[in-house]
Each structure stands twice: as structure tokens, then as C-alpha cells.
């Protein structure tokens, strides 16, 4: 008796222990989702605070070069894990360019497993093609045809924020179809549009051994138009009539070396510099980084654009590449998918000090450098934006809360930001550089974007005021699209300041 008594007791214990986890686990979501829903509120209201008059002007925006068709296919689907090719990557491991199957392979995994964007060139046209042509006929059902390259996405992007919008780029008839006929052209018709290869993984996805820690992309070009800027003629042209008030720059990551002669490409980025360098100083002019591998490249973006931007953009990946550009001259590929934000703020510090800093030492010899005054990082978990006090950029928390919601729309692929598919990375705090005894933040019901000033001391002599704000990403559970979220993003983000 004694020990069915026992038992009893024992399986009642058990139901109630089982009864009070469900109640405890319960607990916790609810109390996640009201998290979630409260930032959303707070994150809604930011955005909808900016009311602009009626007959506000619709600003101008001009986005250079080039364009391109977007074949996304699913990655781990589409590429067959081989072994003997993906052995013995190491954390050192790089690949400039994909000349084999060997090759594509490899950079492939290295990038999956770190859950880095990253973008390739394959000189190597036979096998782009055959690549193609193998998506064309074995996943015809699975692929899907988009409009690509940056300039275009983020035109799309500005026009929907209700800029008037000038695009410079080479198009095919087809591809212009699919672009609002209110944005306007500059660049002749062509018969094919170049196409990039979008290899699309989520979160948990696995490819052999390995398995993405995030949803992200690898994309593959073999581009033929896009590299040599072909548009950048026509599109000076029309800048002199379109008189823009943001100029933006993106696209030149195409400009491979293996494209060009001697010396052309240089050439062809100092034209560039020319055209950047020749607008009024009433013109905003942003630049949009992306994903250079070539450090050659970089050095003369660092030479010819850099100098010459009020903003630059990009993601956790392309923050780290060109901070150890600017500090170190060398390059990274990938580096860690999910940064704290201590360590994001402190690299932006780094870059904005460097860049200021050369702007002070020659502005005197060339009167036609500009103060970098914005830096936008966009990264799965927040948006932080840094603005130089009293510059023309303002209503920077708008900026950076519309920037966060843009990448979890776009991602989700939704208007509506349904709470349940959000998630937070980020706890309630943060500090705002890993430096000992670094003030902390905190995203507040009354205030999810937590903005704050601070001084930078560029050189001995100077020091600057700047403004950052931090937005909350609530990060989409379940990707279903991350090529062209970084266009979108840092364009939904430009828009609140013009
Ligand atoms: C955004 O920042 C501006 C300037 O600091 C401030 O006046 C405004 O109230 C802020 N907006 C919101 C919604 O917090
Ligand atoms: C993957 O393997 C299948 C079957 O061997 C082959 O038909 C296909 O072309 C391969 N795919 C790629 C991208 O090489
Ligand atoms: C690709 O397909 C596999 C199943 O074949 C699936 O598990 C994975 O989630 C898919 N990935 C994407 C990005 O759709
Ligand atoms: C933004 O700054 C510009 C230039 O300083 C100013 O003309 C404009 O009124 C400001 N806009 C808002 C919404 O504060
Ligand atoms: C969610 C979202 O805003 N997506 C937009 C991103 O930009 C492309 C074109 O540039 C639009 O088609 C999407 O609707």
C-alpha cells in the first residue's frame, strides 16, 4: 500500500512539475512577444512622427551605376556538397576570384558557415553558364527572377519614400519594364542585362557538415556591362539638368581587376572623383559599400570616393573590411555575423576619425573634400547611425527606426509587422564602446532608440560633436529574402532625412 501511496504522490508531483514548466514557458513567451509588441508600438510612433507638410517637394535623388537581373535560388538545394573539395578551409582561407567548381565550393563554405554576405566574381563564362543553365532546367520550379544590383533597388526603394529619382544605368527593355516609368533613365538600352546568381540560405540551413548560424546570401557574377561604369557618361549628363539634392554611389564593387587593361580602371574610377568631386556643396552624396575583395580596389576607393562622401553605408561585414583597410591596409572577409554593438560603435568611431582626420590634413590643398558626416551600419540585431552635430542630416532616430523596420519587412517580406515572426537579439542594455567603464544604453518603452551625443577627437586640434542612434532590429524568424535588404534598408533610412 505504502508504496503505491508513494507512487501516486510521486506522479502527481511530476504532473505538477511538468503543469508548472508549461505555465513558466508560457510566461516567457508572452513576456518575449510584450517585449517585441512594445519596441514595434515605440519603433511605429518614431516613424510616423516625421509629418511633412502637403506641399513638401518631393527631394531629388540621383543613384549611380548600373543594373542587373537577379536569378535566386536556394544554396544548399543547388550546390552538391563535395567533400574532397570543402576539406581543409581554415580561418585564413582566401579565394578572389572562382575560376572551378573547386573554388566555388570552397568560398561557398566558408562563407555559409560564418553566415557572411559575401559577393564573387567567375571570370570563368563557361561555367557562369553552364551554372545557369543547370538552374534553368533542373530547379526551374524553385527559381525566381528579380531585378538586381544596387543602384536600381535602392531607386525603387527612394521612389517608394516618395523621392523623384534619377537612375544611372544600362538596361535591357525587359528589365526596364520592371522599373516604376517614373524613375528616370540615364544610360542607353542594351539587349541583355548581365545576371547575378543569388545562392540563398536561412538560418539552420544545412549543407554537409555545416550549418548557416543566419540567413544570408552568396552571390556569383560574371558581369559584362556593369563593370566598366558604361552609364556614367550619360548620367553626368543628366545630373547638370536633374539638379538632385543626394547623389548616390554604389555598384563599383562589379570593377574587377581581371575586366581591364592597365591603368583603364583607374581611369575609370578618377572619372568618378570627377563627377562626385564637381557637384555644389548643397548636394548630399552618399556612398553605399559593399563587398570588395581586392584591396588594390579598395585603395582607390579610399583615393577617389571616400574623400569626396558626406555618408557611406554598409553592413557588420563591410564596417570591419574597411576599418582594417583604412587602419591596418589590409583585408577581411569574414568576420563575426552577430557584433555586439559596443564594438560596431567603436569601429565606426575608428573609421569616422580616420576619414575626418584626412579631411582636416588636406583641405587647405583641395578645397573640394568633404567631411564625412554620417555613417549608417546596418546589421541583423540593430541600425546605428552616427551624424556629425549641426550637419545637414536630422531626424536621425527616424532614420534609424525606419531603417529597422525596413529590414525586418523586407526580410519577412510584409507590410505588417507581425510579432510573433520578430524575435530580439539584443538585451535590454548596451554599452556603447568596449572600453572599460563605458557608459550603458537602454531601450526604454518611452524610448526605443536610444540617441545620445559625444566628442570624437579627430587630431590633437580637433574635436567633434557627433549624434548616434541605435535601433532595434525585431529580427524576421523566418527569412524569406535577404539579397537587396541592405539596398532597401540604407535607402528607407537616406529617405528620412531629406
Ligand atoms: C527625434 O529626435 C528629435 C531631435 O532630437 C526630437 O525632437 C524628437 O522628439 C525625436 N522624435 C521621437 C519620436 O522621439
Ligand atoms: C548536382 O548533381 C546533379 C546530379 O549529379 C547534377 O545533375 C547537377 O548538375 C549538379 N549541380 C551542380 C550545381 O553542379
Ligand atoms: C532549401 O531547401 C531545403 C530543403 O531541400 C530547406 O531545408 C531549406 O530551408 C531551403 N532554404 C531556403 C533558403 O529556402
Ligand atoms: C533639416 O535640416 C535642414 C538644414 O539644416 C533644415 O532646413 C530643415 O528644416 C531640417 N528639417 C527638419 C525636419 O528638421
Ligand atoms: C519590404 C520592402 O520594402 N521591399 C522593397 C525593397 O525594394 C524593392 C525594390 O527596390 C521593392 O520591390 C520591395 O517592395
Same mark, same amino acid.
Given at each position: 500500500?505504502?508504496?503505491?501511496?508513494?507512487?501516486?504522490?510521486?506522479?502527481?508531483?511530476?504532473?505538477?512539475?511538468?503543469?508548472?514548466?508549461?505555465?513558466?514557458?508560457?510566461?516567457?513567451?508572452?513576456?518575449?512577444?510584450?517585449?517585441?509588441?512594445?519596441?514595434?508600438?515605440?519603433?511605429?510612433?518614431?516613424? %510616423?512622427?516625421?509629418?511633412?507638410?502637403?506641399?513638401?517637394?518631393?527631394?531629388?535623388?540621383?543613384?549611380?551605376? *548600373?543594373?542587373?537581373?537577379?536569378?535566386?535560388?536556394?544554396?544548399?538545394?543547388?550546390?552538391?556538397?563535395?567533400?574532397?573539395?570543402?576539406?581543409?578551409?581554415?580561418?585564413?582561407?582566401?579565394?578572389?576570384?572562382?575560376?572551378?567548381?573547386?573554388?566555388?565550393?570552397?568560398?561557398?563554405?566558408?562563407?555559409?558557415?560564418?553566415?557572411?554576405?559575401? !559577393?564573387?566574381?567567375?571570370?570563368?563564362? !563557361?561555367?557562369?553558364?553552364?551554372?545557369?543553365?543547370?538552374?534553368?532546367?533542373?530547379?526551374?520550379?524553385?527559381?525566381?527572377?528579380?531585378?538586381?544590383?544596387?543602384?536600381?533597388?535602392?531607386?525603387?526603394?527612394?521612389?517608394? !519614400?516618395?523621392?523623384?529619382?534619377?537612375?544611372?544605368?544600362?538596361? %535591357?527593355?525587359?528589365?526596364?519594364?520592371?522599373?516604376?516609368?517614373?524613375?528616370?533613365?540615364?544610360?542607353?538600352?542594351?539587349?541583355?542585362?548581365?545576371?547575378?546568381?543569388?545562392?540563398?540560405?536561412?538560418?539552420?540551413?544545412?549543407?554537409?557538415?555545416?550549418?548557416?548560424?543566419?540567413?544570408?546570401?552568396?552571390?556569383?557574377?560574371?558581369?559584362?556591362?556593369?563593370?566598366?561604369?558604361?552609364?556614367?557618361?550619360?548620367?553626368?549628363?543628366?545630373?547638370?539638368?536633374?539638379?538632385?539634392?543626394?547623389?548616390?554611389?554604389?555598384?563599383?564593387?562589379?570593377?574587377?581587376?581581371?575586366?581591364? !587593361?592597365?591603368?583603364?580602371?583607374?581611369?575609370?574610377?578618377?572619372?568618378?572623383?570627377?563627377?562626385? %568631386?564637381?557637384?555644389?556643396?548643397?548636394?548630399?552624396?552618399?556612398?553605399?559599400?559593399?563587398?570588395?575583395?581586392?584591396?588594390?580596389?579598395?585603395?582607390?576607393?579610399?583615393?577617389?570616393?571616400?574623400?569626396?562622401?558626406?555618408?557611406?553605408?554598409?553592413?557588420?561585414?563591410?564596417?570591419?573590411?574597411?576599418?582594417? /583597410?583604412?587602419?591596418?591596409?589590409?583585408?577581411?572577409?569574414?568576420?563575426?555575423?552577430?557584433?555586439?554593438?559596443?564594438?560596431?560603435?567603436?569601429?565606426?568611431?575608428?573609421?569616422?576619425?580616420?576619414?575626418?582626420?584626412?579631411?582636416?590634413?588636406?583641405?587647405?590643398?583641395? *578645397?573640394?573634400?568633404?567631411?564625412?558626416?554620417?555613417?549608417?551600419?546596418?546589421?541583423?540585431?540593430?541600425?546605428?547611425?552616427?551624424?556629425?552635430?549641426? %550637419?545637414?542630416?536630422?531626424?536621425?532616430?527616424?532614420?534609424?527606426?525606419?531603417?529597422?523596420?525596413?529590414?525586418?519587412?523586407?526580410?519577412?517580406?510584409?507590410?505588417?509587422?507581425?510579432?510573433?515572426?520578430?524575435?530580439?537579439?539584443?538585451?535590454?542594455?548596451?554599452?556603447?564602446?568596449?572600453?572599460?567603464?563605458?557608459?550603458?544604453?537602454?531601450?526604454?518603452? @518611452?524610448?526605443?532608440?536610444?540617441?545620445?551625443?559625444?566628442?570624437?577627437?579627430?587630431?590633437? @586640434?580637433?574635436?567633434?560633436?557627433?549624434?548616434?542612434?541605435?535601433?532595434?532590429?525585431?529580427?524576421?524568424? /523566418?527569412?524569406?529574402?535577404?539579397?537587396?535588404?541592405?539596398?532597401?534598408?540604407?535607402?528607407?533610412?537616406?529617405?528620412?532625412?531629406?
Amino acid at each position: 500500500m505504502g508504496l503505491i501511496k508513494y507512487m501516486s504522490l510521486l506522479t502527481t508531483c511530476s504532473v505538477f512539475a511538468v503543469l508548472i514548466s508549461i505555465i513558466w514557458q508560457a510566461f516567457i513567451s508572452l513576456k518575449k512577444i510584450n517585449k517585441v509588441i512594445t519596441l514595434l508600438t515605440g519603433l511605429l510612433a518614431i516613424e %510616423s512622427s516625421l509629418k511633412r507638410p502637403q506641399d513638401y517637394p518631393r527631394p531629388k535623388v540621383a543613384i549611380g551605376y *548600373g543594373a542587373c537581373t537577379d536569378l535566386l535560388i536556394n544554396a544548399t538545394d543547388f550546390l552538391n556538397y563535395t567533400e574532397k573539395y570543402v576539406q581543409d578551409i581554415g580561418p585564413e582561407f582566401t579565394v578572389d576570384e572562382i575560376n572551378n567548381e573547386k573554388e566555388l565550393l570552397q568560398t561557398f563554405a566558408y562563407y555559409f558557415q560564418n553566415g557572411a554576405a559575401a !559577393e564573387r566574381i567567375m571570370p570563368n563564362t !563557361e561555367l557562369f553558364r553552364k551554372l545557369i543553365n543547370i538552374a534553368k532546367t533542373r530547379h526551374r520550379n524553385q527559381i525566381q527572377w528579380f531585378i538586381g544590383g544596387n543602384a536600381p533597388l535602392m531607386g525603387i526603394r527612394f521612389f517608394m !519614400e516618395g523621392a523623384d529619382v534619377l537612375l544611372g544605368a544600362r538596361l %535591357s527593355h525587359k528589365l526596364r519594364r520592371l522599373i516604376p516609368e517614373e524613375i528616370k533613365i540615364a544610360g542607353e538600352e542594351i539587349d541583355e542585362d548581365d545576371i547575378h546568381i543569388i545562392l540563398e540560405y536561412k538560418s539552420g540551413d544545412n549543407w554537409g557538415p555545416f550549418t548557416a548560424p543566419r540567413a544570408n546570401r552568396y552571390i556569383i557574377h560574371n558581369d559584362k556591362n556593369n563593370p566598366h561604369l558604361n552609364s556614367l557618361e550619360h548620367f553626368e549628363e543628366a545630373l547638370k539638368e536633374f539638379q538632385p539634392k543626394l547623389v548616390v554611389i554604389s555598384g563599383l564593387q562589379m570593377m574587377d581587376s581581371y575586366q581591364f !587593361e592597365e591603368g583603364v580602371r583607374e581611369a575609370r574610377l578618377y572619372k568618378v572623383q570627377q563627377q562626385i %568631386s564637381r557637384q555644389p556643396p548643397t548636394v548630399l552624396q552618399h556612398f553605399e559599400m559593399a563587398s570588395y575583395v581586392e584591396i588594390e580596389l579598395l585603395q582607390m576607393l579610399r583615393k577617389n570616393v571616400l574623400p569626396y562622401v558626406d555618408s557611406i553605408g554598409m553592413n557588420e561585414q563591410e564596417l570591419d573590411n574597411l576599418r582594417q /583597410v583604412l587602419e591596418f591596409d589590409r583585408i577581411t572577409l569574414a568576420s563575426d555575423w552577430n557584433p555586439r554593438i559596443a564594438s560596431t560603435l567603436d569601429h565606426m568611431r575608428e573609421v569616422f576619425k580616420i576619414l575626418a582626420n584626412n579631411y582636416y590634413e588636406n583641405i587647405k590643398r583641395n *578645397g573640394r573634400l568633404r567631411l564625412l558626416t554620417r555613417i549608417h551600419v546596418h546589421t541583423l540585431a540593430y541600425q546605428a547611425i552616427l551624424v556629425v552635430k549641426d %550637419s545637414q542630416w536630422n531626424n536621425t532616430n527616424v532614420s534609424a527606426a525606419k531603417a529597422a523596420l525596413t529590414a525586418h519587412r523586407y526580410v519577412c517580406q510584409t507590410n505588417m509587422v507581425n510579432p510573433e515572426s520578430a524575435s530580439l537579439l539584443l538585451d535590454d542594455s548596451f554599452a556603447i564602446s568596449a572600453t572599460k567603464n563605458a557608459e550603458r544604453k537602454t531601450f526604454s518603452t @518611452q524610448n526605443p532608440v536610444p540617441c545620445w551625443k559625444e566628442f570624437i577627437e579627430v587630431n590633437a @586640434q580637433k574635436s567633434i560633436e557627433i549624434e548616434i542612434c541605435i535601433a532595434p532590429v525585431l529580427v524576421c524568424r /523566418v527569412a524569406k529574402k535577404t539579397a537587396g535588404a541592405g539596398d532597401n534598408i540604407s535607402a528607407a533610412g537616406l529617405s528620412q532625412h531629406l
